[in-house]
C-alpha cells in the first residue's frame, strides 16, 4: 500500500498541489503553519472518518476557494478520490476509478494510520480517543469494521433520540435494539481478534529502545447478539432516565500499561507514552502486512521533534523494516540526517513544493 500521487485542491492552505512520491520515506519539513500537517490530513481521508484532526467538512475548504475541495491519488492503477462540493458543504462524494462510492469502500483499498501530537495525550485523555485509536488499528485490519460500526451509530443515536424524547413504541425499540445488538458483537469481536493479535506481535518484538505497551480491551467478552438486546429491553427504564444508551461497545476502553514496570500508561511519563505509541505503530504495521498482504500507509506528524539521536536513529531503522511508506513532518530537515539517503525530502514552504 503507497501512493504513487497526491494532489490536492483547495484543501486548506493549498489552493493546488501535487506530490509525486518516491522511496519509502516522504520527509516533510518546513516552517510552522506552512501547510506540512494539512497534506497528512488530506492522506487520512483517503480511508473511512474524519481524518486525522477529526475536522468538519467546511473547515478543510481553502478560505477564498471555491467553497469545497478535492483530494485525489492513485496507488498502482487504482484512482482514489475524496471531495465536498461548495453546494453541498457537509457531504463528502468519494471516487474509486472515476465511478461513486460508499466512504467506507476505501477501507479495503488502503490502511493508513497515524500519530499526531494531540496523540500524546491519548493515555490521559478520555475512554472515546482510546476507542477511536483502536478502531483505526482495527479497521486496517478488517475493513468490514467500517460498515458496522457506522451502522451501530445510526442505530444507537436512534435508539438515544427515542429515550430522550420519551418515546414508548416497544415494537419500535425491539428493531432498534436487534440492529445494534447484530453489529455490536461483531464490532466487540473484532476489537478482541486485534488485540489479541497485536499483544502476540509485540510479545514477539526484540528489545527496543521503546517501551513496550501490554493490552487489555475493557470487557473483553464476545456478546451474544441475543443477549445484548435483552439487555437494552431490561434497561429502557434507567436508560430513559438518563436519555442515553449506557452499555454497550460505544463505551469500551483500551487499558494499556507499561511492559517493564506494570504502571498504567496514563501514570508513566510523556517520553514512555511516547514511546508505548510507538511500539503499537511499529507492531501494528508489521501485523497488517502480515495478514492483508501489504503495509500500512503510516503518517507521523512532528514524529522526531522530542526524541535524542539514537532514538530516532532507531526509529527509523524500525519504520524501515516495517515495508510501509511513511509520511513524516519536521519544522527542520536535519531532524530527519539518519533517516537514509533515498527518502524523498520535500520543503515545504508558503502552501508549495521546495
Known amino acids: 500500500m503507497a501512493l504513487d500521487r497526491l494532489d490536492l485542491t483547495d484543501f486548506r492552505n493549498h489552493a493546488a498541489l501535487s506530490v509525486r512520491p518516491q522511496g519509502r520515506f516522504i520527509i516533510l519539513h518546513g516552517a510552522n503553519g506552512a501547510g506540512k500537517t494539512n497534506i497528512l490530513e488530506a492522506v487520512s481521508l483517503l480511508v473511512p472518518g474524519r481524518g486525522l484532526r477529526r475536522s468538519n467538512l467546511h473547515e478543510m475548504a481553502r478560505q477564498g476557494g471555491c467553497g469545497g475541495f478535492a483530494v485525489a491519488a492513485k496507488l498502482d492503477e487504482t484512482a482514489l478520490g475524496t471531495a465536498v462540493s461548495a453546494e453541498a458543504p457537509g457531504r463528502r462524494i468519494v ?204 503518517l507521523l506528524d512532528e514524529i522526531a521533534a522530542h526524541l535524542d539521536p539514537g532514538r530516532r536513529e532507531a526509529l527509523f531503522e524500525r519504520l524501515y523494516d516495517t515495508g510501509s511508506q511513511v509520511w513524516m513532518t519536521g519544522t527542520e530537515e536535519s531532524l530527519f540526517d539518519s533517516a537514509g539517503s533515498d527518502a524523498l525530502r520535500l520543503h515545504i514552504a508558503e502552501s508549495a513544493l521546495g
Request: one cysteine or more; a neutral charge; proline letters at 5%.
Open 95 to 298: 471516487h474509486i476509478n472515476g465511478a461513486n462510492a460508499a466512504i467506507n469502500d476505501l477501507a479495503e483499498w488502503l490502511s493508513i494510520l497515524w500519530l499526531t501530537p494531540a496523540m500524546d495525550r491519548l493515555f490521559m485523555d478520555g475512554a472515546g480517543a482510546r476507542r477511536r485509536f483502536l478502531d483505526r488499528l482495527v479497521l486496517a485490519l478488517e475493513p468490514s469494521h467500517a460498515l458496522n460500526s457506522s451502522r451501530y451509530e445510526n442505530a444507537l443515536r436512534q435508539r438515544n433520540r427515542m429515550l430522550s424524547e420519551g418515546q414508548g413504541d416497544a415494537a419500535w425499540f425491539d428493531a432498534v435494539e436487534a440492529s445494534m445488538a447484530q453489529y455490536a458483537a461483531a464490532i466487540v469481536e473484532s476489537r478482541s481478534r486485534t488485540v489479541a493479535q497485536l499483544s502476540e506481535r509485540l510479545a514477539a518484538m526484540p528489545p527496543s529502545p521503546f517501551a513496550r505497551p501490554l493490552l487489555v480491551l475493557e470487557d473483553d467478552s464476545i456478546p451474544v447478539a441475543d443477549t445484548l438486546a435483552a439487555g437494552w429491553k431490561a434497561n429502557r427504564g434507567r436508560e430513559r432516565a438518563a436519555g442515553r444508551t449506557l452499555s454497550g461497545p460505544h463505551r469500551n476502553d483500551l487499558l494499556v500499561r507499561h511492559d517493564g514496570h506494570g504502571q498504567p500508561a496514563a501514570s508513566c511519563s510523556t517520553g514512555e507514552q511516547k514511546a508505548l505509541l510507538l511500539s503499537l505503530i511499529l507492531a501494528h504495521a508489521r501485523l497488517v502486512a502480515e495478514l492483508r498482504g501489504a503495509p500500512p500507509i503510516l
